[in-house]
């Protein structure tokens, strides 16, 4: 393999993994960071629904657990179990 080869190969592969870095990391960490701020900003009275499905309304929120009643029951689950605020 001659040098010019292998200078456009390692060129080829670097382009490669900065697309991946751009297309797949960066959007990835930024979905992540909204989720949890999400999950932090959950305030008692707002509507939720867990990842195991259960949808309930907020009762108490403490630091890592919130209380939801969802029908007749109460429930305690910690804040990273929850999926999606329903507005």
């Known amino acids: ?3 010019r080869a292998l ?3 390692l060129i080829y592969i670097s382009l490669l993994i900065v697309f991946y870095y751009i ?4 959007p990835g960490k930024k979905r ?3 989720h949890e701020e999400m ?3 959950v305030r008692a ?3 939720i629904i867990t990842i195991g499905g259960i ?11 919130l209380v939801i009643e969802s029908g007749t029951s109460r429930l305690e689950v910690l804040r990273s179990a929850v999926q999606v605020v329903v507005h």
Do not use: N
């Not at 949808?55 to 657990?65: D, L, N, R, Y």
């Open 1 to 3: 393999m001659d040098s």
């Open 7 to 9: 200078t456009y190969t």
């Open 23 to 26: 297309f797949i990391v960066l």
């Open 32 to 34: 992540r960071r909204e």
């Open 39 to 41: 999950q932090k900003a």
């Open 45 to 47: 009275g707002d509507r």
């Open 55 to 65: 949808s309930g309304t907020v009762a108490e929120a403490s630091e890592q657990t």
